[in-house]
């Protein structure tokens, strides 16, 4: 499974983002994030099975996961309201799980796209 990212960029507090993930067939897609000196966290993830979602609690009312109507196999992360901590390299994984306590077992990954947001 091949999977390219894109759409991050530098930010001001408040700010809006958009980042796309493309992957190689349909498949469940997961966006996580690490920051310098953290671990790497889930964030957000879209089943393809029935499209249900789940959100971490750092970023749900702000963040949304999403799949293109034309193209099942793009996903996309609106990202609103955002803070300086959610400053990081964000990696989008394909083929794993969604369940209600997160995104787990996601083993083909993108190159990751950082966002950075500072005023």
């Known amino acids: 499974v091949h999977v390219v990212e894109s759409g991050g960029g530098l930010v001001q507090p408040g700010d809006s983002l958009r980042l796309s993930c493309t992957a190689s067939i349909f498949t469940g897609i997961a966006w996580f994030r690490q920051a310098p000196g953290k671990e790497r966290e889930g964030v957000a993830c879209?089943?393809?099975?029935?499209?249900?979602?789940?959100y971490s609690d750092s970023v749900k009312g702000r963040f949304t996961i999403s799949r293109d109507n034309a193209n099942n196999t793009t996903v996309y992360l609106q990202m609103n309201h955002l803070k300086p901590e959610d400053t990081a390299v964000y990696y989008c994984?394909?083929?794993?799980?969604?369940?209600?306590?997160?995104?787990?077992?996601?083993?083909?990954w993108g190159q990751g796209t950082q966002v950075t947001v500072s005023s």
């Open positions: 994984g394909a083929d794993g799980l969604t369940i209600r306590s997160g995104c787990f077992d996601f083993d083909h």
């Open positions: 879209i089943a393809s099975r029935d499209g249900s979602t789940y």
